[in-house]
């Protein structure tokens, strides 16, 4: 495949930076620092250990200074509790919590509360020590990695996913999954990951991404880095067990038509023998979640209309709106039938 023209995506700077003193005390918090002083940051540091200085006049004002602050902490002893994730892996765990970008239906307004501010840990060696205490006997076991951040998205200014990868690398036993829209993988590529890792790009048709995904590099940017991670070290790449997330699958006018480029440009580009899987996760949206995301995006076009959806109960009793049945049946048939006949050695895992 030749490589096609993507424009170029300039890398995450935030306009503040804060460590509190004991995240500082620790050498993965002085080895952010160092990064952060390499590009000429302004760097703060809270002798209190408290973020404060995150909340404007308004929610907007609010999201505005918060999206734009890094803030380097020590996770709190609630991380050393893991939690599971089905169906995407075991448990979960957090380099970080927050995302520089801006999708307008962000999956983390309904999940972290205050202000969007960027917090890494930078206890993670511990963190990822801690671990082994959740290792099942017998089998592999699965960590998520993304459900609070988009690890790759902070990576230029902390390295952190890097030295995630390097430890799971040496564990037997252990799997480490994660997402991102994101696309510096040079520092991914040659890693020794021993496939015990796999890199999912989430990818959604051009149209969506375009205007609903601001501040993440564009689709074929994400296939590109997709087919670099997955292509064989002989050749240059990374060798990575590969996955898309196709999410969040929206019936968009033209939908069909949209989806089908987005699957041929991928075909196209996983010209290769790779170890692929997909997700595919329809759109959704709680009462919780579409509060904040008109507070953070007031003059959204996303579609959050809860007339046309249906209902459906977690087991906790809270509510979501998905698409009514019939067009679930309709997006359902569509994607497995596309991507059997294009990938028919890729597994799809679920539909949501
Ligand atoms: S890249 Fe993911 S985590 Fe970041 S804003 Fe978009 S949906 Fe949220």
Not at 70 to 84: E, Y
Not at 211 to 220: H, I, N, Q, Y
Not at 320 to 325: R, S, W
Request: aromatic share 10%.
């Amino acid at each position: 495949m030749q490589a096609r023209f993507t424009k170029a995506f300039k890398l995450w700077m935030p306009r503040r930076v804060v460590f509190t003193a004991d995240a500082l005390q620790k050498p993965y918090g002085q080895s952010i620092y160092e990064m952060v002083k390499s590009y000429n940051l302004p760097i703060e540091i809270a002798n209190n250990n408290r973020i404060t200085g995150l909340r404007g006049k308004t929610d907007r004002e609010t999201y505005q200074i918060a999206k734009s602050t890094l803030a380097i902490v020590n996770a709190p002893p609630s991380a050393f509790k893991l939690r599971p994730i089905p169906p995407s892996a075991d448990f979960q765990f957090h380099l970080a919590e927050g995302c520089p970008a801006h999708c307008q239906y962000c999956y983390l307004a309904g999940s972290l509360t205050g202000p969007p501010a960027i917090r890494v840990f930078a206890n993670l060696p511990d963190i990822l020590e801690n671990l082994k205490n959740y290792l099942i006997p017998q089998r592999t076991t699965t960590f998520e990695a993304s459900c609070y951040t988009d690890p790759l998205s902070l990576e230029h200014l902390t390295g952190g996913l890097g030295k995630t990868i390097e430890f799971f690398s040496g564990l037997s036993h252990a799997h480490l999954r994660f997402v991102t829209k994101f696309t510096s993988i040079d520092s991914l590529v040659n890693i020794n990951h021993k496939n015990n890792v796999q890199i999912r790009l989430s990818l959604n048709a051009h149209t969506i991404a375009r205007v609903l995904e601001s501040g993440t590099p564009s689709v074929l940017s994400r296939i590109n880095a997709l087919r670099q991670l997955a292509l064989p070290k002989a050749n240059g790449g990374g060798g990575y067990p590969i996955g898309v997330v196709l999410a969040p699958i929206m019936p968009i006018p033209k939908w069909k038509q949209a989806y089908l480029t987005l699957l041929q440009e991928l075909q196209i580009a996983l010209d290769f023998p790779c170890n692929l899987t997909f997700e595919l996760i329809t759109h959704r949206f709680t009462p919780g979640s579409k509060d904040i995301l008109l507070k953070w995006y007031p003059n959204t076009t996303l579609e959050m209309d809860e007339t046309i959806r249906i209902v459906k109960k977690n087991k906790f009793g809270g509510t979501k709106y998905v698409y009514p049945k019939e067009m679930m049946k309709e997006l359902k048939s569509f994607f497995e039938f596309e991507i059997k006949h294009r990938f028919p050695n890729a597994a799809i895992l679920y539909w949501t």
